[in-house]
C-alpha cells in the first residue's frame, strides 16, 4: 500500500481550533484506518479511552463526545455520535486498533512523529526564549559599553556592578552569585532565567539610552546613573508584585541548555505511555 496518499489525509483531516491546539474528528478517522462500520470503529475508540485512563491522563481532556445533525433523505434530520480526538487520542485509537489493517500501522507513525515533534517543539520553547534572551543581553551590554567608553568610563568593573547594586537591592554581582551558589568561574547572566534576563536587559538598554541622551560624562556620573536605573527597575518589580531578582532561582548554565536542545531537536520519535498536555479544543471552529 502506498503510504503517501494515507499519511496526506491524515495531515489534511486535521483541525485547529481557535486556542491552537490540534484535533481529528472521529467520523474522518474512521475510513482513514480501514474501518467501514462506526460500531466497530467506536469499540476502538474505547479501548483507547481506557488506555488513556490506565497510562494516568484524564479521558476527558482527550475524548469528548458530541452529535451532529445530518440531513437524510427528503431533508430528514439524523443525529448521529462523532468525537473530538486530540493528538494523543489519535494516537492510542491506532495503537489499540486492529493491526492487521495496514492503515492502522501508518497511523501509529503518523501519530507518533507528530505527537514527538509537538513534544520537541513545547520543550524547545521556552528554552530558546532564555538563549534568545541571552543573546540579547549579551549584544545590549556590548553597547552599552561602547556608550560608557564614549562618556569616559575607565573602570568597567566598577561601572557594570553599580547597575547590579541598583538592581538586586544592593548586592554586588559577586555577592548575587554567592547567594545563589553559582560557582565564582561562571557568568551570572549565564546561569540566568528568562524573568532576570529580562529585567537586566531593560536596565542595560536604559542606562544605554540614558548615558547617550543626557550626555553623561564621567566614570562616577556613569557610576550613578547606571545605579539609578537599576534601581528604578527594581521599583517596578516591586511595584507589580514581581520576585526580586536575588531570589529567583539559578538556571542550569546556558551552555548546557543549547547542548541540550541540539540532542533534543535530533532524537527519533518515542512509543508514548503519557498524555500529552494540552487539551482538546472545547467548542468545534
Same mark, same amino acid.
Given at each position: 500500500?502506498?503510504?503517501?496518499?494515507?499519511?496526506?489525509?491524515?495531515?489534511?483531516? #486535521?483541525?485547529?481550533?481557535?486556542n %491552537?491546539?490540534?484535533?481529528?474528528?472521529?467520523?474522518?478517522?474512521? !475510513? *482513514? *484506518?480501514?474501518?467501514?462500520?462506526?460500531?466497530? /470503529?467506536?469499540?476502538?475508540?474505547?479501548? $483507547?479511552?481506557? $488506555?488513556?485512563?490506565?497510562?494516568? %491522563?484524564? !479521558?476527558?481532556?482527550? /475524548?469528548?463526545?458530541?452529535?451532529?445533525?445530518?440531513?437524510?433523505?427528503?431533508?430528514?434530520?439524523?443525529?448521529?455520535?462523532?468525537?473530538?480526538?486530540?493528538?494523543?487520542?489519535?494516537?492510542?485509537?491506532?495503537?489499540?486498533?486492529?493491526?492487521?489493517?495496514p492503515?492502522?500501522?501508518?497511523?501509529?507513525?503518523?501519530?507518533? @512523529?507528530?505527537?514527538?515533534?509537538?513534544? @520537541?517543539?513545547?520543550?524547545?520553547?521556552?528554552?530558546?526564549?532564555?538563549?534568545?534572551?541571552?543573546?540579547?543581553v549579551?549584544?545590549?551590554?556590548?553597547?552599552?559599553v561602547?556608550?560608557?567608553?564614549? $562618556?569616559?568610563?575607565?573602570?568597567?568593573? /566598577? /561601572?557594570?556592578?553599580?547597575?547590579?547594586r541598583?538592581?538586586?537591592?544592593?548586592?554586588?554581582?559577586a555577592?548575587?552569585?554567592?547567594?545563589?551558589?553559582? !560557582?565564582?568561574?561562571?557568568? *551570572?547572566?549565564?546561569?540566568? %532565567?528568562?524573568?532576570?534576563?529580562?529585567?537586566?536587559?531593560?536596565?542595560?538598554?536604559?542606562?544605554? &539610552?540614558?548615558?547617550?541622551? &543626557?550626555?553623561?560624562?564621567?566614570?562616577?556620573d556613569? &557610576?550613578?546613573t547606571?545605579?539609578?536605573?537599576? #534601581? #528604578?527597575?527594581?521599583?517596578?518589580?516591586?511595584?507589580?508584585?514581581?520576585?526580586?531578582?536575588?531570589?529567583? =532561582? !539559578?538556571?542550569?548554565?546556558?551552555?548546557?541548555? @543549547?547542548?541540550?536542545? #541540539?540532542?533534543?531537536?535530533?532524537?527519533?520519535?518515542? $512509543?508514548?505511555?503519557? =498524555?500529552?498536555? =494540552?487539551?482538546? =479544543? &472545547?467548542?468545534?471552529?
Amino acid at each position: 500500500m502506498d503510504e503517501s496518499p494515507i499519511i496526506n489525509e491524515l495531515d489534511r483531516r #486535521k483541525r485547529v481550533a481557535k486556542n %491552537g491546539s490540534e484535533y481529528w474528528m472521529a467520523r474522518d478517522l474512521q !475510513p *482513514l *484506518l480501514g474501518y467501514a462500520l462506526w460500531q466497530n /470503529f467506536q469499540q476502538v475508540i474505547e479501548r $483507547a479511552r481506557m $488506555a488513556c485512563e490506565s497510562a494516568g %491522563g484524564n !479521558p476527558a481532556h482527550h /475524548f469528548i463526545e458530541t452529535n451532529e445533525v445530518m440531513t437524510g433523505g427528503k431533508g430528514a434530520q439524523i443525529q448521529r455520535g462523532n468525537w473530538f480526538l486530540s493528538r494523543y487520542a489519535c494516537y492510542l485509537i491506532a495503537m489499540n486498533g486492529d493491526s492487521s489493517k495496514p492503515e492502522i500501522g501508518l497511523a501509529q507513525t503518523y501519530f507518533a @512523529v507528530q505527537t514527538r515533534r509537538q513534544e @520537541v517543539q513545547d520543550q524547545l520553547t521556552d528554552g530558546a526564549r532564555r538563549v534568545m534572551l541571552r543573546d540579547r543581553v549579551r549584544d545590549a551590554n556590548k553597547n552599552l559599553v561602547g556608550a560608557a567608553k564614549i $562618556a569616559g568610563v575607565q573602570n568597567y568593573a /566598577f /561601572f557594570h556592578d553599580a547597575g547590579y547594586r541598583g538592581l538586586y537591592g544592593g548586592l554586588r554581582q559577586a555577592d548575587v552569585k554567592r547567594k545563589k551558589q553559582i !560557582p565564582d568561574n561562571e557568568s *551570572l547572566l549565564d546561569r540566568s %532565567g528568562r524573568v532576570e534576563l529580562a529585567a537586566n536587559e531593560f536596565r542595560i538598554t536604559q542606562t544605554e &539610552e540614558k548615558i547617550r541622551r &543626557e550626555h553623561v560624562r564621567g566614570q562616577q556620573d556613569c &557610576e550613578r546613573t547606571h545605579l539609578g536605573v537599576g #534601581k #528604578k527597575v527594581r521599583e517596578t518589580i516591586r511595584a507589580i508584585g514581581g520576585t526580586m531578582p536575588e531570589d529567583l =532561582p !539559578p538556571e542550569p548554565h546556558i551552555k548546557k541548555l @543549547v547542548s541540550s536542545m #541540539k540532542r533534543l531537536a535530533g532524537r527519533k520519535p518515542k $512509543a508514548l505511555t503519557q =498524555p500529552e498536555t =494540552p487539551p482538546i =479544543p &472545547e467548542t468545534q471552529d
